[in-house]
């Protein structure tokens, strides 16, 4: 059994905690930008290949307090190769210098017996402590390998995994889709796609179990669903990322051109809207935004009464349109916002 950080956007570590625990993880910890569980190797290779709202799975070799740090001992169980790339997380500049200064004085002494592999450290801060550990991902698992197009604006897809899991609803529209990674995410999230489209750091790995990773493989199918998700987006080009993206993620969703505000274009069966519209920041003016909000929240209260809203914004316009149900602060880069859960 070993410790394991998940890393995950500020905000949605409850989203993330009980996906985990559906998953059949035993979660030790919910902090800050992290969720923390222990397991076997296997559990390890499943929640890589399965987990949408965790961005890295770190395998924890050390821990200590911030006041304590003077000498880093890893577990000798975890040999280290000749050549790997170091990447340090930790907020407080003094405390990255001794981070850094301590990993690289253990990586001069260093087990030198594989020289081919190429394993990946991280230190981040979490809480009093530094946590060392050993990267598992490689490239972050918002990186879902299936995008075939970049939009300006586009949602961290673990994000719109979180935004989905609250919507919990098998057909959604997103009316501002952009490349339309909501639609996709929500489609994956009923037919149990795996993050089958990219490649695991852990494949590098000395331990690397390949005939335990053929049956988590065949054990864990994605499932047909039979119900579309949809998406409405005023600029053709961006629908047309979409439809590339999604045909790439074996996604069931329609995206269309549209004016999403006017409510118009909606299938008339769906109830449930999961979106991420313009903030003014990179796409339009904040007048301009203020005034398609008050357009959508308009249609959205005369032609779909009863019905949900999820929707991210930095803006709190909305909470003065719709009965609110919930409520997270979420942190992506620099940005600060909320995912709001209405009541239409």
């Excluded at 059994?1 to 009980?18: S, W």
């Excluded at 852990?202 to 579309?228: G, L, N």
């Excluded at 920041?281 to 809203?309: D, W």
């Amino acid at each position: 059994m070993a410790e394991y950080l998940a890393r995950v956007v500020e905000g949605i570590e409850k989203l993330a905690r009980k996906e985990m625990e559906d998953l059949g993880l035993e979660i030790i910890s919910v902090e800050k930008g992290s969720v923390i569980f222990q397991g076997k190797e296997e559990d390890m290779y499943r929640a890589n290949y399965l987990l949408k709202t965790v961005e890295r799975i770190i395998i924890i070799l050390n821990k200590q307090k911030l006041d304590d740090i003077t000498t880093v001992e890893l577990e000798k169980k975890h040999k280290r190769c000749r050549d790997f790339s170091l990447e340090i997380d930790a907020k407080n500049p003094q405390m990255k210098r001794r981070a850094i200064k301590e990993i690289l004085m253990d990586k001069i002494k260093a087990d030198r017996e594989k020289e081919n592999c190429e394993e990946r450290y991280h230190a981040y801060v979490v809480n009093d402590k530094i946590l060392f550990g050993l990267d598992t991902t490689g490239k972050s698992l918002k990186s879902r390998g299936y995008e075939m197009y970049k939009h300006p604006s586009a949602l961290n897809s673990t994000v719109a995994a979180a935004m989905a899991r609250m919507a919990n609803s098998k057909t959604i529209v997103d009316p501002f889709c952009g490349s339309g990674t909501i639609p996709i995410e929500n489609s994956h999230l009923w037919s149990h796609m795996p993050n089958k489209f990219r490649e695991f750091q852990f494949f590098k790995m000395h331990e690397f179990d390949k005939e335990t990773w053929k049956e988590i493989k065949e054990r864990y199918r994605e499932k047909k669903i039979h119900w579309k998700n949809y998406g409405i987006e005023i600029k053709k080009e961006y629908v047309k990322g979409a439809i590339m993206s999604a045909k790439k993620a074996k996604a069931n969703i329609q995206c269309t051109v549209g004016h999403g505000e006017t409510v118009n274009d909606y299938p008339q069966e769906l109830k449930t809207i999961v979106t991420n519209p313009p903030y003014g920041l990179r796409v339009g003016t904040k007048k301009e935004v203020f005034k398609l909000y008050e357009k959508f929240a308009k249609n959205l209260e005369e032609h779909l009464a009863g019905g949900t809203l999820v929707i991210i914004t930095p803006h709190s316009k909305f909470e003065n349109y719709f009965k609110l149900t919930e409520k997270l602060k979420v942190r992506i880069g620099k940005l600060n916002a909320n995912i709001y859960q209405f009541k239409i």
